[in-house]
């Protein structure tokens, strides 16, 4: 048996919410450790290698947390009904899309054309 598209996007939301607090406490690992040291990013070797980690690990934080917000969105148009159609055309969103990405909020053809 399937999930329905709601139990989905829950444990898409609790698995998010896990890989954001985890991100954090490595971006502030990151800091942390380079604040404990004196280096200079430009000139030290090492220095760029953490100025690397932490931007990696940034961003890899921030498109968990745009993840995030859009599992709130999708789960908000579970909620007012519209979940399932396309934002753009209005159109039914086809449910292996569903399947494969539960937060969308376009059509196939929509999201082709953007």
Do not use: F, K, N
Request: with cysteine; net charge negative; glycine share 6%.
């Amino acid at each position: 048996m399937t999930d329905s598209p709601v139990e989905r996007l829950r444990a898409e939301r609790r698995d998010t919410v896990a890989q954001i607090e985890t991100l954090s406490q490595v971006v502030e690992g990151i800091v942390t450790a380079q604040t404990g040291t004196a280096t200079d990013d430009e000139h030290d070797p090492e220095g760029q290698t953490i100025a690397y980690e932490r931007a990696q690990a940034g961003a890899l934080l921030q498109r968990a947390r745009d993840r995030l917000a859009a599992i709130d969105t999708a789960l908000r148009r579970v909620e007012d009904d519209s979940y399932g159609r396309c934002e753009r055309c209005g159109g039914p969103i086809h449910p292996d899309r569903l399947a494969a990405l539960p937060a969308a909020r376009t059509c196939i053809d929509c999201a082709a054309a953007r």
